[in-house]
C-alpha cells in the first residue's frame, strides 16, 4: 500500500509539474508574441519609429525603463499580487518590443523569420533537454553565469573599441551562452514549481518568474543568432 501510494504520490508530482511549465511557456509565448507585434508595428510607423530613435533621451529612457522593470520584478514579487507581476511582466515585453523594432529595419524579413525558426528549435531542444536530463546543471549554470557576466563587459568594451574580430567572438560566445541558459533554466524553473501549490497566487507568480527567464534567453539567443544568420538591408 505505501509503495502504491508513493507511486500515485510521484504521477501527481510529475502532472503538476508538467501543467506548471506548461503556464510557463504559454507567458513566454505570449510576451514573445507581444514583443513581435510591438516591433513589428513600430517598424512600420515612420513617426513612431523616428521618434523613438531619432532622439536619445527617449531611446535611452526606454532602455532603463526595460532595465527597472526587470529589476523591480525580480527583486520586488515576492511582495506583488500575482496580477501585478503579469502586468510588469507584459509591460516589459510591450517596451522591449520598441526598442527591438530597429531589427527590422537592419535586415531582411526572410533572414529575420529563418533565424526566428532557428532560434525555436534550438530553444525548443536545449529546453527538452533541461526538462527531462536526471544530470543536475547547477555547475554548468554556474558557470554560464560567470560566462554572461564576462560577455557582458567584453560587449560593453567593444561598444567604444569597436574591433570586429572581437564582435565576433562575443557572438559565438553569447550563442553558446544563453544556449546552455535555456537548458539550466528549464531545469531550475522545473525544480522550484512547489508541488501542492498549484493554482495559488505563489504558483502564478512561480509561472511570470520563470516565463521571465525563458523569455530573457529567448529574446538573447535570438539577438546573437541574427547576428550569424541576419542579412542586412542595402
Known amino acids: ?25 504559454a507567458w513566454m509565448c ?25 532622439n536619445k533621451l527617449i531611446f535611452y529612457g526606454l532602455l532603463i525603463g526595460e532595465l527597472g522593470l526587470v529589476g523591480w520584478l525580480s527583486l520586488a514579487v515576492g511582495r506583488m ?17 520598441l526598442t527591438m523594432s530597429a ?3 537592419l ?21 527538452i533537454y533541461g526538462y527531462f536530463t536526471k544530470k543536475d546543471l547547477t555547475s554548468l549554470g554556474n558557470l554560464l553565469f560567470m560566462a554572461l557576466l564576462g560577455l557582458i563587459i567584453a560587449s560593453v568594451v ?5 574591433n570586429s574580430t572581437f564582435y565576433w567572438i562575443t557572438t559565438y560566445a553569447g550563442v553558446l551562452i544563453f544556449t546552455g541558459l535555456v537548458a ?27 516565463a521571465l527567464a525563458l523569455y530573457l ?8 543568432l541574427l547576428r550569424l544568420f541576419g542579412s542586412r538591408r542595402d
Request: hydrophobic letters at 45%.
Open 107 to 127: 535586415y531582411t524579413a526572410g533572414s529575420i523569420a529563418s533565424t526566428f525558426l532557428i532560434t525555436a528549435g534550438t530553444f525548443g531542444a536545449m529546453s
Open 158 to 162: 567593444n561598444i567604444f573599441w569597436q
Open 81 to 97: 499580487s500575482a496580477q501585478m507581476a503579469t502586468l510588469v511582466f507584459l509591460g516589459y515585453s510591450a517596451l522591449n518590443g
Open 30 to 54: 505570449l510576451a514573445l508574441v507581444i514583443t513581435a507585434g510591438v516591433a513589428l508595428y513600430t517598424a512600420s510607423t515612420p513617426a513612431l519609429f523616428q521618434q523613438i530613435f531619432g
Open 184 to 210: 539550466y533554466d528549464t531545469q531550475k524553473i522545473k525544480n522550484m514549481n512547489i508541488i501542492g501549490n498549484e493554482g495559488t497566487e505563489e504558483d502564478r507568480k512561480e509561472a511570470i518568474m520563470g
Open 103 to 105: 531589427i527590422f529595419l
Open 217 to 224: 534567453d529567448f529574446i538573447n539567443l535570438f539577438l546573437y
Open 1 to 25: 500500500m505505501d509503495n502504491y501510494r508513493l507511486i500515485l504520490d510521484e504521477q501527481q508530482a510529475q502532472r503538476e509539474q508538467a501543467a506548471f511549465m506548461s503556464r510557463v511557456y
